[in-house]
Each structure stands twice: as structure tokens, then as C-alpha cells.
């Protein structure tokens, strides 16, 4: 079977499948070497992604993935006693629920390469524009999220990388590098545009061939067509699938 | 687990996740509903699909795909004695070619949803364009492929789809209802540009509707955030995800 590598996040891995999302492009990088899993889950802290593990993860898969992403924290760093407090997560909590999340990986498979992802920075005039344009004059006047908050837990994530040896991706830091990453890359100050979705794709792809996993040096799982004899097309397939 | 749509083909599936590809679109209607896996495989035609069969669905696999589209032909309809001759199929063959590929998806899995889609059509012109632009004046002086040629193709597969009780998708005829189709759907006059994706997106979204199998009707596999209550979330996962 093909492997798999799974994209375990909240709505910026549920929505990478839109068009020019980071998941598709992943999705053609890897094309005919493995199968890219979207777990993304709108919404979803880390604390609820918890619940999640036994049962997208189970312990005794036959095959579990081979790599796979870790892309929380915007949700953890909703602020409390504002509109998305429900979301919270306190900043130590979502280290230790990444640590968790990370440990319950490497139980499935102590072969799987696990990147991090931090939070994406937050645009609070676009968090505001989005509302209003939701809720009219009954929008929030204070923010839900603000940059700094996020920058805190974009940091735990990075550091828990480095504690455990992992690779990881400190995307609210590469985002802000770019002038104008507020409407560049990001489509209503927490989401991605498509451009964002690309610096997502790009990220992911160097932390994976640095890693070793690059699409280049796996093997296809079938001869490409130019290797098939017209006349004795049977050659080709004796490897890889013979006949049953 | 997640239930799988496999999408089966030649290149038009294999690029099927590039920028605005049919394939990534289709992994966005059916998000947190149903993983769709890319089989597809450039330069292949049906006689050579056959090879992959048991290798890509093995008899006794635990959890066979729930349903699949098969998009053969752009390839069997080269035609003998020109440049990609080597890919040629026999018309009478290609249809006994799907009728077996249908079968051993249907051993592998009774209830599975197959879907058929026919060959797009092929802008002749487009054609000698591209092998202009890659091989100037050693290109080819007389169509590898004709729109005529790949129609009667299609013709096969939505004739063998009416045989079987099946549904089908004539993108060859559907296309050709738009004017301009030739540039409009076809980047070099076989494969599919973003708007020729939309429209295999849409009628494969359509034809697995009517075939019972919408996203709307399936149920998320674990809660929306919605039902989660911050205070005490076990609640909302005790039903699916119950702690182990």
C-alpha cells in the first residue's frame, strides 16, 4: 500500500483542499508516492484534538502513517472572557497537549516523522473587517485573538520542537518577514489566501526533504509508462504487481 | 475509519490535484466526510491499468473503497501508425478492458459506487501546438489523436455503463456543448485546464448525488466544534470517540 502522510489540524488543515490550498499541493508533490490524509477539524484546539487520537490513530494500525503535520495553536490563543473564549487554551496546556499529541504519534509508529506547525500571525484589522462584515454593528468591539498572544504560542510550539528534536515550521514568524503578510497571506486575518497557502506548501515540503522524506527519493509504486513495452507490456509489471 | 473514494486513471487523474484539479475539489465537498485517493497514472491506458488491479485493490483488503471513478480512454484512442501508437488500444478491447476493471472492483467490494467518465475530447489543434512548442519543426505532421477517434471511445464507455446499470459522465459530449471548448476546457488539446476541472468536478459531484452517495447524507466522523461545550467537552465525544 502507498504510504500515507496525515495533515492533523483545525480549519486552516480542514480547508487545504481548497482551490490552491496547501494540502492539494502537497497532495501533487507526493503524487503516485504517497497519500496526503486531511484530519483537519474547523474550530478544534488542542484540548479537543485530544479526544481525537484513539480514534484516528489507533494504536494497532497495520499501517500507520509514515510523516505527518501538526498544525494547532490558532484556536488555543483565542483570548478569554472574549467572543471565541470557549476555544481557549491556556499557553502551557497547548505545549503539553502538542507533547501528547506528539507522544501518541510515535507510540503508532516510533518511525513517523512528525513536523510542527505554529499558528499563522493574526491580523486583528482583519479579524474586525470579517466580523463587521458578519454581524454588522453587533461585531465584537474588542479581539478575539490578537498577534502578540499568538506570537506566545507559536514560540511553545517551536521550543517543544527543539526540546523533542523535531523539525518544525515557525510560520507567524516567515509570514510576518513579508510586507503586507496581512492581506498577502491571510484572507480574513486568520485564514489563508492562496499565497499563504503556498508559503504553507513550501515550508512543508523543505522540512520534509530535510527530514529525508522528499517525493524525489521514494520509489513509484507502479513503472511509469515510458518503461512499458507496447508489444510486451507483461515485463514491466513483474516486479512491482506481478500476476495473481 | 474514514471511508475512501478512489479515483482511477490515466493523467487527467493524475493531475487531478494541481492547481483547481477535479480531484482536490472533490476532496473539499467531501471534507471530514471521505478521503479521496489519486490512482491515477499519466500515460496509461486500460490494457496497462489492468496490470494494477490487484496491486491497487487487493481481493481481501479489509476495507474496500466505497466508491470509485474510472476515467480510462484519452490514451486507448491513440491511434496505430502515429507518434503514440505504443499507447493504442482496440476499441472492442478497451470496453472489455473496463468491463474487467468494473468486475474486480465489484469482487473486491459489491456495494461499491463506479462511476464512469469517457475521455474528454481532443482539440486537434491544440495538439500540434504543443508538440510544436516542445519539438518544433520534428513534430509531428499528423494527429496521434483525432476528436472523432476518442468519440467513438466514449461512446463504448457510456454504452458499457448503460449495459451494467451504471452511471457515466460523457464528458466528450458534455464539453463540446460549451463553444470554444477547444481552449476553454483543454490546455493542449487533451488535458484539462482549471474550468475543464470544474466541470469533472460538478459532474462527478452530480452523478454520486444521484447516486445516493452526497456528502450532505454522511455524517462527520467526529463532532462539529459546535456541539463541543468548552466546559465539558467529554460530553460531545463520548458517542465517537469514546476514551480508552
Redesign the interface.
Known sequence: M?PQIVLFGDSIT??S?????W???L??SY??KA?I??R?????NT??GL??L??LFPLDAPTPPVAATIFFGANDAALLGRTS????VPLEEYKENLRRIIQHLKKCSPSILVVLITPPPVDEAGRFEQARSMYGDKAMKLPERTNEVTGEYAKQCVELARELGLPSINLWSKMQETEGWQKKFLSDGLHLTAEGNAIVHQEVVKAFNEAGFSAQKMPY??P???E?D?QN??KA?QL??P??
Open positions: 502507498r480542514e480547508q483542499f481548497r482551490f490552491g490550498g494540502g492539494a499541493a497532495a501533487e503524487v503516485r497519500d490524509l486531511n483537519g477539524y474547523g474550530g478544534y484540548k479537543w479526544f481525537l484513539h480514534h473564549e470557549r476555544q481557549h509504486d507502479v511509469h509508462h515510458s512499458i507496447g507490456p507483461e509489471f512491482q504487481c500476476a495473481v
